[in-house]
């Protein structure tokens, strides 16, 4: 299997510290607002990832963060902590605040199917494992303190930016978390590893004691003690969306290896935005979509599933309600070969060897889902293959798909639709289009809408 490596830049075979386990950290949320369909786009391609190699015979351990303290807004937004701004433009308190956006998230993440995570990790439940990173770093001589904060100095790790090829001289200043007003600080480019909890952060909701007073953590460092404590000091993959290259992970790879002397992570795997009008979904652009919206529009989540998969991780995908639409009429076609074939047993059957490479072959090329999808497509529209083994087939493929087909029940019609039905298909056969249109016409009266495929016809409820 070949995935491609933000850190080095090229695609490579990909080969675990210690096969057939794979340890997996993907960034999590930050629970302040809902999740939108940018968000399922990065999570949706964690969970394809970690299907992939589960398909290639690997044992994954995926850890996923939630992030309720310490992300703080960018420049524009003056700096305060994302959580605590969430509470105050709703009245609640950040815990309640971090505890509805995170139900909102997984249940959006299980909408469309991701597996959850073998670990589940909150930001605020592992404070003392992220003091004890600090106080390495600081042992290590890493850190400086200011009347503000702890402080990461870059300038004292030689490979500081070697994951975005940014030097430290053309790094921005006032980058995310950078924005604590400290004449103190050293470098632009260094990042808080502990906010004292003075000046605008006086009031901060959320504090806990540590040796640089009472405070709350960056967020970088949450990460990297996240990972470390559930996976080891050096891990297999570490996943995110683009915008997370230049800072965060840069600065999770320097605190992160400045403290163990290790390398940090094999593979960096960065997913491309989903965007609106050219631009990222965002929740501070507010032109984000969520699950209700796609639902609301008669959209499957899983659907959308589809949508993602027609384009390449590594692209950008611009999201019209017109692909959305296109990405349903696919899956209703999947849906009713599971419905028309609902009866055959497949227990016993074996899945096409040819179709299952190919299969592989596209996935593992740097995980190719967009030709893994033509295969799919390829594969129904084959009729030398055996309508068992297409079945088979295709709910092997669906393990990694995660469309659930294998949940999918024919829906109970009435007698009269089901005749509408057959006779509709024989007037089809026979390419009598005006009777099969006449038919779909009185179908539809009785509340049912027709999908039809190369299988045959089925009808659903409108
Ligand atoms: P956040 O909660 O904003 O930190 O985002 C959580 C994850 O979702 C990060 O890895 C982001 O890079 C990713 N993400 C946010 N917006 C988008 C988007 N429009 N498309 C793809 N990924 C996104
Ligand atoms: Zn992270």
């Known amino acids: 299997m070949k995935l ?39 999570y949706a391609g964690d969970d394809m990832l970690r299907r992939t190699l589960s398909l290639f015979g690997y044992d994954v351990n995926h850890v996923m963060n939630i992030t309720d303290v310490g992300h703080l807004t960018d420049d524009g937004d ?49 404070i003392a494992e992220m003091i004890a990173l600090n106080e390495k770093l600081s042992a290590n001589g890493f850190t400086y303190e200011t009347d503000q904060a702890l402080y990461f100095d870059t300038s004292k790790d ?39 909890r003075v000046g605008k952060f006086a009031d901060h909701a959320m504090h806990w004691p540590s040796p640089w007073g009472d405070g709350f953590p960056g967020w970088h460092i949450e ?23 230049p800072v965060h992970h840069e600065n999770e790879i320097a605190q992160s290896e400045c403290a163990t002397g290790h390398p940090f992570v094999k593979y960096w795997v960065h997913y491309a935005f989903l965007q609106v009008d050219g631009e990222k979904m965002s929740k501070s652009k507010q032109n984000g979509y969520t699950i209700d919206d796609i639902r609301e529009k008669n959209i499957n989540p899983l659907a959308l599933r589809l949508l993602f998969m027609q384009t390449h991780y590594r692209k950008p995908l611009n999201f019209t309600w017109e692909s959305a639409q296109g990405a349903q009429t696919s899956f209703d076609r999947l849906h009713a070969f599971a419905v028309l074939h609902h009866d055959i047993t497949i227990d016993t059957v074996a899945p096409s060897e ?109």
């Open 4 to 42: 491609y490596n933000t850190l080095s830049r090229t695609t490579e075979d990909f080969k675990p510290l210690s096969p057939p386990k794979v340890t997996m950290y993907a960034c999590g949320p930050t629970v302040y607002d809902d999740t939108h369909i940018g968000h399922m786009r990065k």
């Open 78 to 126: 003056a700096g305060e902590d994302k959580l605590e701004k969430g509470a105050a433009k709703s009245g609640q308190t950040v815990w309640e605040i971090a505890d509805h956006y995170t139900k909102r998230f997984l249940d959006t993440m299980s909408a469309v199917n991701v597996l959850p995570a073998t670990h589940l990790t909150k930001a605020t439940d592992h």
């Open 158 to 196: 030689a490979e500081y930016g070697k994951l975005s090829g940014q030097k430290l001289s053309e790094k921005e200043t006032g980058v995310r978390d950078d924005v604590v007003v400290d004449t103190d600080k050293k470098n632009p480019a260094d990042f808080v590893l502990w906010f004292k």
């Open 223 to 245: 990460c990297s003690a996240m990972s470390m404590q559930y996976l080891g000091e050096t891990i297999d993959i570490h996943t995110g969306g683009v915008d997370h290259i």
């Open 354 to 462: 040819q179709y299952l490479d190919s299969f592989k072959e596209a996935l593992g090329d740097d995980l190719n889902t967009a030709k893994a999808l033509a295969v799919v497509w390829q594969l129904l529209g084959d009729k030398t293959v055996p309508i068992e083994q297409k079945k088979k087939t295709l709910f092997v493929f669906d393990e990694v798909l995660g469309l659930d087909l294998k949940k999918i029940e024919p829906i109970v019609i009435p007698e009269h639709v089901t005749t509408l039905l057959k006779e509709r298909s024989e007037a089809r056969a026979q390419k009598n289009w005006q009777v099969s249109d006449q038919l779909r016409t009185e179908i539809e009266k009785s509340g049912f809408t027709v999908i039809d495929t190369e299988d045959g016809s089925i009808a659903q409820k409108i």
